[in-house]
């Protein structure tokens, strides 16, 4: 027992309440008498949390779920939860649920799951949630950045946090909603203690301006760093030079009987339509092996903690603009090297056929005289290997993708076919004037080699309009027995593609994904550009020069992005409901009624 007492102490001090120069996560004296503060007392407020994490999905606060636990157990802190959308276009890993019926389901694991670190509250902002993107700008298009940030602020106001902690809000290699529910979360941080933001707020419902203390983000950066002594060290994030601290997870929990390590792991599990549930079960036992939560301090006592600005230059758009936002709040050394090396992008020049080749996953004579791509490891651990090859004819483009492979993945019913990742599959993804910032104006497709029913199948996803495939498209697959992998070919008409193609521009990359287990959970990934998030940044893409292709007359010159919209609705969930009765905070972060005020 006193050995579990040493070891909470750590965790206490490793959760940043005896770092050097920093206040600790509990508003001030100071603060607390501030007259722009809510003058309520707050532990008496139903609706009152101490701290608020800020996420875009359900099951973005599970990997700091022993974080969260320990501050509960160790210090008495409420934590509450804000997930703007119930993650509606996410994949499925236990049944055929998609869309609002999915969101719904998810809601419930993440109730569940947070339950273990003493979470009771979590508010959903009922905004969709569409595919994969790494582009913030078109989440916030999607989601009504305004609207979003409205209910965001007044939950804030309204639950009174004094630490708000959001994800990693820079750009790279990371999900555009995880990027934009920071952003929203920063903004917030600041504007819920603003009596001239959403002035109406304040005059129509009777909340009064809240202004947090302490505002952390997430940090994986240090996340190899095992131990108990690894959060006991000062860090410094490397990028933006501003101070980082670590909760470790080997603390015992009193309630629990066993590390924080292990209960989150358990909750994590509970997240089955995510696949997590394919987590080794147990934790090591061994405390030196067991790792810390890390977080980035972006603000201490109401004020953002000042870092040295290294400007870049010739940043790509999407870095661009993500620089203009952090200048634009204040915090201008979050854009510290935010746009990575790019390593040269591979190029190609397909060929120029006289015959089309014939769509049977078998390479004739002639049908690809150009040279052979070779796929290379982007994520996992090996065990499959892939190359591809290119041709043209007409207006017609032919892939033909030969993947050498050692044990088959999960059959996928044949309308289960989107999310494609979760087993053997195919991606080609291309833009046809290699110009784009995100997929919204890309051609994507996803294709499975074999499907429940035994032949191929493919679907589009995160592309310019998820669903079916190309009218003009052709897929065809050969799998073999006794299984040693399979070949893909595919004619996709350039026609048919969101743009009209530039000849000298046009950008693809070409994916396998391989799965080795029935649980339907990838292992291994390839990529014929395998840098960062290959599939989603159009950055990446290697350019493929048509030889001698003029476009016709009829190309399209544009198509707007068919994106869904449609997301689970707070009104349609018991559980929200019975929270809104409980706590007085409004579905939704929507306005508090009249009778409320």
């Known amino acids: 027992m006193a050995q579990a007492r ?32 809510n003058t309520v007392d707050a532990r008496r407020d139903p609706a009152h949390t101490d701290v608020l994490f800020i996420g875009a999905h359900p099951d973005d606060e599970s990997s700091n779920l022993s974080t ?9 802190w409420r934590t509450g939860v804000v997930t703007v959308t119930r993650g509606e276009g996410g994949g499925n890993a236990v049944g055929l649920d998609e869309g609002p019926e999915l969101g719904l389901i998810r809601e419930t694991e993440e109730r569940t799951a947070t339950a273990f670190a003493g979470i009771e509250n979590i508010y959903y902002l009922d905004k969709p949630d569409f595919w994969y993107t790494l582009s913030a700008p078109l989440t916030a298009r999607i989601w009504d950045e305004q609207d979003t940030m409205a209910r965001l602020v007044r939950l804030v106001r309204l639950t009174t946090p004094h630490t708000i902690v959001v994800m990693d809000p820079r750009p790279f290699n990371q999900h555009g909603g995880h990027q934009f529910s920071a952003r929203l979360g920063i903004e917030a941080f600041r504007l819920a203690g603003d009596p001239n933001a959403f002035p109406g707020q304040l005059a129509d419902e009777g909340l009064a301006p809240w202004q947090p203390s302490r505002l952390l983000a997430q940090n994986y950066r240090f996340d190899s760093l095992l131990g108990p002594e690894a959060p006991e060290q000062q860090r410094t994030d490397p990028d933006t030079g501003l101070p980082v601290i670590g909760v470790w997870s080997g603390v015992r929990s009193r309630v629990h009987n066993t590390t924080w390590a292990q209960v989150e792991r ?20 061994d ?69 089309a080749p014939v769509v049977n996953a078998v390479e004739g004579p002639g049908e690809y005289p150009g040279p052979e791509l070779p796929l290379a490891v982007w994520q996992g651990g090996g065990g499959c290997a892939a190359t591809a090859k290119l041709a043209r004819h007409n207006d017609d483009l032919y892939v ?26 195919v991606e080609i ?8 910032d995100d997929t919204s104006t890309t051609f994507k497709t996803g294709i499975l080699p074999y499907s429940a029913t035994g032949g191929p199948a493919a679907e589009r996803d995160a592309d310019n ?35 009209a193609v530039d000849p ?93 005020r």
């Open 68 to 76: 969260f636990g320990q501050w509960h157990e160790d210090l008495g």
């Open 266 to 285: 358990d909750a994590a599990r509970l997240y089955l339509t995510q696949g997590f549930a394919a987590m080794p079960a147990r934790v090591p036992s």
């Open 400 to 425: 033909l993708v030969a993947v050498t492979d050692d044990r088959r993945g999960a059959e996928l019913a044949a309308d289960d076919i989107k999310r494609h990742w979760r087993t053997d599959s």
């Open 465 to 499: 309009h998820q669903g079916s495939a190309l009218s003009g498209m052709r897929v065809a697959a050969v799998v073999t027995e006794p299984y040693r992998g399979y070949t893909v070919e595919v004619k996709i008409p350039l026609t048919e593609l969101p743009a």
């Open 6 to 37: 040493k070891l909470s102490r750590r965790a206490v001090l490793a959760s940043g309440l005896a770092v050097t120069g920093l206040v600790a996560g509990i508003p001030s004296d100071t603060a607390r008498r501030d007259g722009r503060r």
């Open 504 to 596: 000298d521009r046009f950008a693809m990359n070409i994916l396998v994904y391989d799965s080795d287990t029935d649980d339907k959970t990838g292992q291994t990934r390839l990529a014929w550009s395998p840098f960062g998030s290959a599939q989603a940044d159009p950055y990446v893409w290697g350019t493929a020069k048509l030889a001698d292709y003029r476009q016709p007359v009829i190309a399209p010159t544009g198509m707007p992005p068919v994106i869904p919209q449609t997301a689970a609705r707070s009104a349609d969930s018991s559980a929200s409901l019975a929270q809104a009765r409980r706590t007085g905070v409004p579905i939704a972060g929507g306005p508090r009624p009249r009778s409320a």
């Open 429 to 436: 993804a291309l833009d046809p004037r290699g110009d784009s």
């Open 287 to 355: 405390a030196r092996q067991l790792g810390s939560d890390w977080f980035t301090v972006l603000a201490e006592d109401g004020r953002f903690i000042e870092a040295t600005v290294h400007r870049q230059t010739g940043l790509k758009p999407l870095y661009a603009e993500f620089a203009a936002w952090a200048d634009r709040v204040g915090l201008p050394w979050l854009a510290n090297r935010v746009q990575p090396d790019y390593p040269p992008n591979p190029s190609t020049t397909i060929p120029a056929v006289a015959i």
